[in-house]
Protein backbone atom coordinates (compact mmCIF):
# COMPACT_ATOMS: atom_id res chain seq x y z
CA UNK A 1 0.00 0.00 0.00
CA UNK A 2 1.37 3.24 -0.62
CA UNK A 3 0.16 6.47 0.54
CA UNK A 4 0.26 9.59 -1.29
CA UNK A 5 -0.57 12.92 -0.22
CA UNK A 6 -0.23 16.27 -1.91
CA UNK A 7 0.12 19.67 -0.26
CA UNK A 8 1.13 23.23 -1.29
CA UNK A 9 -1.85 24.65 -3.11
CA UNK A 10 -3.78 27.78 -2.44
CA UNK A 11 -4.68 31.17 -4.29
CA UNK A 12 -2.62 32.91 -6.56
CA UNK A 13 -2.33 36.10 -8.48
CA UNK A 14 -1.85 36.03 -12.21
CA UNK A 15 1.85 35.61 -13.11
CA UNK A 16 2.54 34.30 -9.59
CA UNK A 17 4.05 31.10 -8.13
CA UNK A 18 3.26 27.96 -6.33
CA UNK A 19 5.67 25.06 -5.54
CA UNK A 20 3.35 22.02 -5.20
CA UNK A 21 4.81 19.13 -2.88
CA UNK A 22 3.56 15.69 -3.00
CA UNK A 23 5.15 12.36 -0.81
CA UNK A 24 4.60 9.35 -1.42
CA UNK A 25 4.84 6.79 1.66
CA UNK A 26 5.28 2.96 1.90
CA UNK A 27 7.24 0.60 -0.66
CA UNK A 28 10.60 1.97 -2.88
CA UNK A 29 9.99 5.47 -3.40
CA UNK A 30 12.57 5.75 -6.00
CA UNK A 31 11.49 2.58 -7.79
CA UNK A 32 8.26 5.32 -8.87
CA UNK A 33 7.32 7.17 -11.80
CA UNK A 34 5.28 9.54 -10.14
CA UNK A 35 3.06 11.89 -12.25
CA UNK A 36 1.39 15.28 -11.50
CA UNK A 37 -2.36 15.65 -12.82
CA UNK A 38 -4.89 18.53 -12.71
CA UNK A 39 -8.78 18.51 -13.37
CA UNK A 40 -10.58 21.97 -13.91
CA UNK A 41 -14.47 21.92 -13.18
CA UNK A 42 -16.22 20.46 -16.09
CA UNK A 43 -13.14 19.04 -17.42
CA UNK A 44 -11.16 16.15 -17.90
CA UNK A 45 -8.19 15.02 -15.70
CA UNK A 46 -5.28 16.03 -17.37
CA UNK A 47 -1.37 14.90 -17.28
CA UNK A 48 0.90 17.99 -16.47
CA UNK A 49 4.10 16.54 -15.83
CA UNK A 50 5.56 13.42 -15.27
CA UNK A 51 9.26 12.26 -14.16
CA UNK A 52 10.59 8.94 -13.95
CA UNK A 53 12.40 6.38 -11.54
CA UNK A 54 15.30 7.44 -13.72
CA UNK A 55 14.15 10.93 -13.85
CA UNK A 56 13.25 12.17 -17.23
CA UNK A 57 10.37 13.96 -17.29
CA UNK A 58 7.89 15.12 -19.67
CA UNK A 59 5.38 18.45 -19.18
CA UNK A 60 2.17 18.93 -21.37
CA UNK A 61 2.59 21.75 -23.97
CA UNK A 62 0.67 24.13 -22.13
CA UNK A 63 2.93 24.05 -18.99
CA UNK A 64 6.86 23.85 -20.48
CA UNK A 65 9.01 26.83 -19.73
CA UNK A 66 6.74 27.78 -16.78
CA UNK A 67 6.53 24.59 -14.52
CA UNK A 68 9.13 22.01 -13.55
CA UNK A 69 8.74 18.88 -11.67
CA UNK A 70 11.90 17.28 -9.96
CA UNK A 71 11.80 15.05 -6.90
CA UNK A 72 14.22 13.99 -3.87
CA UNK A 73 14.13 10.02 -3.12
CA UNK A 74 15.86 10.68 0.22
CA UNK A 75 12.62 12.42 0.58
CA UNK A 76 10.16 9.77 -0.62
CA UNK A 77 8.79 13.51 -2.05
CA UNK A 78 8.28 15.00 -5.50
CA UNK A 79 7.85 18.59 -6.82
CA UNK A 80 5.60 20.73 -9.07
CA UNK A 81 6.98 23.94 -9.33
CA UNK A 82 4.62 26.42 -10.97
CA UNK A 83 6.00 29.88 -12.46
CA UNK A 84 3.93 32.60 -14.38
CA UNK A 85 0.83 31.26 -13.03
CA UNK A 86 -2.38 31.77 -15.33
CA UNK A 87 -5.81 31.80 -14.73
CA UNK A 88 -6.70 28.41 -16.56
CA UNK A 89 -4.19 26.63 -14.77
CA UNK A 90 -6.57 26.82 -11.72
CA UNK A 91 -7.50 23.17 -11.07
CA UNK A 92 -7.35 20.68 -8.28
CA UNK A 93 -4.00 19.29 -8.35
CA UNK A 94 -3.54 15.14 -8.20
CA UNK A 95 -0.39 13.05 -7.81
CA UNK A 96 -0.11 9.99 -8.88
CA UNK A 97 2.58 7.33 -7.97
CA UNK A 98 2.85 4.79 -10.39
CA UNK A 99 4.30 1.53 -8.62
CA UNK A 100 5.72 -1.18 -10.95
CA UNK A 101 4.20 -4.05 -8.96
CA UNK A 102 1.41 -2.53 -6.75
CA UNK A 103 -0.76 -0.45 -9.28
CA UNK A 104 -1.22 3.36 -8.54
CA UNK A 105 -2.11 5.17 -6.25
CA UNK A 106 -3.46 9.14 -6.16
CA UNK A 107 -3.40 11.25 -3.26
CA UNK A 108 -6.79 13.29 -2.41
CA UNK A 109 -5.95 16.31 -4.49
CA UNK A 110 -4.83 20.04 -3.45
CA UNK A 111 -6.72 23.05 -4.93
CA UNK A 112 -4.88 25.47 -7.24
CA UNK A 113 -6.70 28.73 -7.80
CA UNK A 114 -5.62 31.69 -10.30
CA UNK A 115 -7.23 34.84 -10.13
CA UNK A 116 -6.65 37.20 -12.70
Known amino acids: QVHVVESGGGLVQAGGSLRLSCSAS????????MGWYRQAPGKRRELVAR???????NLVDSVKGRFTISRDNAKNTVYLQMNSLKPEDTAVYYC??????????WGQGTQVTVSS
Open 96 to 105: KAETPWMGDY
Open 51 to 57: ITSGGNT
Open 26 to 33: GGIFSRYA
